[in-house]
């Protein structure tokens, strides 16, 4: 079944994100470059991970948090792309998304365990 939480990129976002990455999560959507990765459920289940990480922190306080840590691990990284992989939503979600169950049985907050 389609998913119409799950949408292609518009053209703002595609300008936005360039080539950086194949998807984006605005809560209550997740934004993909094209077609095929909607059937990529390893990429899916990432992006609902960070579906439930938003909703825990009410959005907001997701995104500023993310901003922020991001920031500072580019400072200790010195490297965008090293920094972004250290981001603690971002570790929570690449060492959970071929747990299809994840989204469903994780704890509150349990991002602060990948810091
Ligand atoms: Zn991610």
Do not use: G
Request: aromatic share 20%; glycine share 0%.
């Amino acid at each position: 079944m389609k998913d119409k939480r799950v949408i292609l990129f518009p053209w703002i976002i595609k300008k936005l994100v360039k080539s950086w990455t194949a998807s984006i999560t605005i809560f209550p959507f997740i934004f993909i470059r094209n077609e095929q990765l909607r059937a990529n459920t390893i990429l899916i289940n990432h992006e609902k991970i960070h579906i439930r990480q938003q909703i825990e922190m009410l959005i907001l306080l997701f995104y500023l948090w993310y901003v922020i840590e991001f920031l500072m691990k580019w400072i200790i990284y010195k490297s965008s792309f090293t920094a972004y992989q250290n981001i603690s939503f971002e570790k929570e979600a690449y060492q959970n998304e071929r747990n299809f169950n994840y989204i469903h049985t994780k704890k509150f907050w349990s991002f602060l365990k990948y810091l």
